[in-house]
């Protein structure tokens, strides 16, 4: 496949950097695998101090933001997003005095940070769920704080059936979980680990909020909430008319930690295009870690699996249903372990580590790396045109995509994307009939012939 992407713009507008309260709309969200990022103690987990000991590179890429996975503590039947304790840190990434460590070190760079949160369920180790198993309710009525319900009946071996027959979203059948010690059954629409929480019940609601408030004294700028979709409601291309082509913006076609990695998806030659894409188009950017690099799946064996989602699916379906394979360690250089972690990584890195790697992607020598390319694109991502600017997508037969950004005053720019196999020559004054005869390129993919100003 022969992708010739280009981004051309009439001028390059100086970065504005203005600080308001709708940073999110128009910053670069780095999404931060924090198990997989660094590891500084040699357990081969990533820790908070391994994100510390990277700040000057998330800063060189000119992020506004890192919002980290689930660090809180947790039994890791879902990696975190199962929650044995909302207001700490798990003591495989470090201690509350390093996680205050990160928000100073990053707030020096101007860097947000932004915690995941899971609004819906609770670990079963969590405090609260086992106070509630025991309808324990000396401090506070915890019996309520889950949804408890009693059996619709008895098979014939006097077996409790479930109330309904509600499925949890796993796939692992039956959404109710019975409770030898309560004797009721708790409702779970994940992992049978994983307990729903009663939100009709206000004090529940009244306990999540101080946990959010908490996090906010803590430095905090914002939450990401157990679903990703959020973040991209405002992606969709203004309202000009475009074409019937499907919506290139899709945000589930993106990266992150649920989904392969792209270049494994697509092909390498996809990395700068859809960067290019994504950067271009209006409303809130999320990066998930390592996707600067275009760096691809980890190879990872059955027996080296580590989430249940694909272990309980077996060995048939595990590649389908794991998501080990994104959740891959960052290859820092070429190096054992790509410079990751001194002991035994959690999961193996991708095989492609030697070459694909940031010390590399990052060298002079290596101009039009994804990593430059990208970087110059969260730069481009700060002028008024990106963060303003009306937006019109048009397409072409051959295969073209043009992402056309207009501001008054202001540079316009034209994002050209070849989604074709074949090289292509077009007229961009039929898409956009008062372009000037000369344009600079702003940014152009590394497989593009022709160099930038
Ligand atoms: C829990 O998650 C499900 C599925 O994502 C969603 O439909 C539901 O609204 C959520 N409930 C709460 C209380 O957040
Ligand atoms: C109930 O909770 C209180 C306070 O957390 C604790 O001291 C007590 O031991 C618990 N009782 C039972 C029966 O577990």
């Known amino acids: 496949m022969a992708l010739l992407p280009l981004l051309i713009s009439c001028l390059l507008a100086s970065a504005q950097t203005a600080d308001n309260f709708y940073w999110y709309k128009d910053s670069v969200v780095y999404q931060l695998y924090v198990r997989s990022f660094q590891d500084t103690n040699g357990d081969g987990i990533g820790d908070l101090k391994g994100v510390i000991q990277h700040a000057d590179y998330l800063k060189s890429l000119g992020i506004g933001a890192v919002w980290l996975s689930p660090i809180y503590p947790s039994p890791n039947y879902d990696y975190g997003y199962d929650i ?55 401090d506070e009525a915890y019996s309520e704080f889950y949804i408890w319900k009693d059996p619709s009946g008895y098979d014939g071996n006097n077996k409790p059936l479930p109330p309904n ?212 694109l969260v730069q481009l991502r700060k002028t008024k045109t990106m963060t303003e600017g009306s937006c019109l997508v048009q397409t072409s037969d051959e295969g073209l995509l043009i992402i056309t950004r207009v501001l008054r005053d202001n540079p316009t720019t034209l994002t050209v994307l070849n989604l074709g196999d074949f090289e292509i020559t077009a007229d961009l004054t039929t898409f956009r009939r008062s372009l000037p005869s000369s344009l600079g390129i702003v940014v152009s993919s590394y497989n593009f012939p022709a160099t930038e100003k």
């Open 84 to 138: 044995a304790d909302m207001e700490n840190v798990n003591p495989e990434y470090g201690t509350l005095e390093d996680f205050n460590e990160l928000v100073k070190e990053m707030k020096a760079r101007g860097i947000r940070v932004i915690m995941d949160f899971v609004p819906n369920h609770t670990s079963i180790k969590h405090g609260w769920f086992l106070a509630s198993e025991a309808r324990n309710d000396t």
């Open 165 to 376: 027959n509600w499925l949890s979203v796993m796939g692992t059948g039956s959404a109710w979980q019975w409770s030898e010690k309560r004797k009721q059954f708790y409702l779970h629409s994940f992992l049978v680990e994983q307990a729903d929480l009663n939100y009709d019940n206000p004090i529940v609601r009244k306990k999540m909020n101080n946990v959010l408030k908490l996090w906010m004294n803590r430095g905090v700028s914002g939450f990401r909430m157990d679903a990703v979709s959020w973040i991209y409601d405002d992606l969709a291309c203004g309202n000009e008319p475009t074409s019937d082509h499907p919506n290139p913006n899709n945000p589930n076609d993106y990266g992150n930690h649920d989904q392969h990695r792209f270049p494994s998806r697509f092909s390498d030659e996809w990395v700068d295009v859809l960067h290019m894409m994504v950067m271009t188009l209006p409303g809130t950017v999320l990066t998930y870690n390592g996707d600067e690099i275009g760096l691809e799946d980890a190879y990872v064996r059955y027996d080296e699996g580590k989430d249940l989602q694909g272990l309980r699916a077996g060995p048939s379906r595990f590649a389908a249903m794991s998501r080990d394979f994104e959740r891959g360690p960052m290859p820092w250089k070429a190096a054992k372990n790509g410079g990751f972690s001194t002991g035994r990584p959690w999961l193996p890195l991708a095989p492609s580590l030697w070459s694909r790697n940031v010390e590399n992607e990052a060298s002079e020598e290596n101009k039009r790396s994804h990593l430059h390319v990208y970087k110059k």
